[in-house]
């Protein structure tokens, strides 16, 4: 006879965003719910999104607009996002006493602005519904009776529940927990799992000025990539792939910012095809006739104050001078008056298309979000109920779904968890 201590009706593996949901809407709804995180705090990836400020959803209210960031996926999202979606995220939290305020790009924040205030609020939730928390503990084994899930074991322990929601999370951040069990677990179930890789994630360069620039983040530029498809071939020209604008943020591998994360996944396709060079240009609402114009006045103003010191303080964005001045091809230690029209025109150039050439992805310990994951095709996404095993749920990053970052991931496991607790068997 099975201890009854050891007895629940759901059984949900991950303390992250989407499990945390699922336990607790579970609970709430008089369900046994048993949640197990092998981190000692739940959250931990949670706590550490959005710079450490959380950003919570994106305040796009109809639905098949802020569907259309997850691309192909958008049709199999509609039905658990018409049951739980921005705007019942936004109630959801406000009824836990945790205020939502809606920032630039129509990112959304908890108003204290800590990511901690969002696991807090959640692990109340877990609490007021009696959700038993076995924190720091490891599930080593998913258990089956003639093919059908029974329960978990973690080490010595097993653990058995009519329902198992999966909710381990992707392999972004591994040094949060994040390492890939809920792929194998799922692969061993009989589920086709796409092999992940680092999807939204900062971008390696070769330059050493880019690497200069660590630390400094340019709000308003606009890069473009280009792709030169047979790159053991220098003769062939590269031709345009696409281009943005947004925040760039310089690191010391490369680059990072919204735009840059949010131009990743089709970056690496393009790694896929070739070499791929990038410009940034740091006047993106300004022609060249017109920049041109704006540096003659400049330099009338100044005329008889050194080049490099005028380029650093007066035309070059700020912090970034000292760094792209080697980038001209004469020695810039003399007077403005003597600048050449040809001189002019070149820093002119430079400060449209600086650039740069992209040698590589980071790896999963610095990407926001993973791709991979279980077919959709397998899971019947109005339930998340998986099709081969009807008593287990899947959540979150362990589904094949590509977005961008923005709180389109956070969104998609408030919805997701949200949704799997109101199917429960």
Request: aromatic share 8%; with cysteine; net charge positive.
């Amino acid at each position: 006879m099975q201890d009854k201590d050891k007895e629940f009706d759901v059984i949900v593996i991950g303390g992250g965003a989407s499990g945390m949901m699922a336990a607790g809407r579970a609970g709430e709804r008089g369900f046994r719910v048993l949640l197990v995180e092998k981190n000692e705090r739940l959250g931990e990836k949670l706590n550490i999104t959005g710079g450490g400020r959380c950003n919570i959803t994106n305040a796009i209210f109809d639905h098949r607009e802020f569907l259309k960031i997850y691309g192909e996926a958008q049709d199999f999202l509609f039905s658990p996002f018409s049951q739980f979606g921005v705007k019942d995220t936004f109630t959801f939290f406000e009824r836990l006493g945790l205020p939502l305020v809606t920032e630039a790009r129509t990112r959304v924040f908890p108003h204290t602005q800590k990511a901690e205030d969002v696991t807090k609020t959640l692990a109340r939730y877990l609490k007021k519904n009696g959700v038993v928390i076995k924190a720091g503990v490891a599930v080593t084994k998913i258990l089956t009776e003639e093919k059908q899930i029974v329960g978990v074991q973690c080490g010595k322990d097993k653990f058995y529940a009519k329902n198992l929601i999966l909710a381990t999370g992707g392999l972004s951040h591994p040094e949060t927990g994040s390492t890939g069990d809920g792929f194998k677990w799922l692969s061993d179930l009989g589920h086709t799992v796409r092999k992940p890789s680092p999807d939204v994630v900062p971008l390696e360069v070769k330059e050493k000025w880019v690497k200069d620039l660590s630390g400094v983040s340019l709000s308003f530029m606009k890069i473009t990539f280009y792709l030169t498809e047979n790159h053991l071939d220098a003769t062939r020209p590269s031709k345009k792939a696409f281009a943005k604008t947004g925040k760039i943020l310089f690191t010391h591998f490369g680059l990072s910012g919204p735009l840059i994360l949010n131009s990743a996944r089709e970056v690496k396709k393009l790694l896929m095809e070739g070499k791929v060079t990038a410009t940034i240009d740091a006047f993106p609402d300004t022609d060249l006739g017109t920049l041109d114009k704006q540096i003659i006045k400049i330099f009338d103003a100044n005329k008889n104050k050194e080049l490099k010191t005028t380029f650093k303080e007066k035309i070059a964005p700020a912090g970034t001078g000292e760094a792209i001045l080697p980038l001209l091809s004469f020695n810039t230690s003399f007077k403005v008056h003597s600048v050449t029209v040809e001189q002019r025109k070149e820093i002119v150039h430079l400060l449209k298309a600086l650039p740069l050439t992209v040698t590589g992805l980071m790896g999963f310990d610095r990407s926001v979000v993973s791709d991979g994951g279980v077919l959709l095709s397998e899971i019947d996404t109005r339930t998340m109920r998986s099709k081969i095993h009807p008593n287990l749920f899947v959540l979150g990053d362990l589904l094949d779904i590509n977005r961008q970052s923005g709180g389109y991931s956070l969104q998609l496991c408030w919805t997701t968890g949200f949704v799997a607790a109101e199917h429960l068997l």
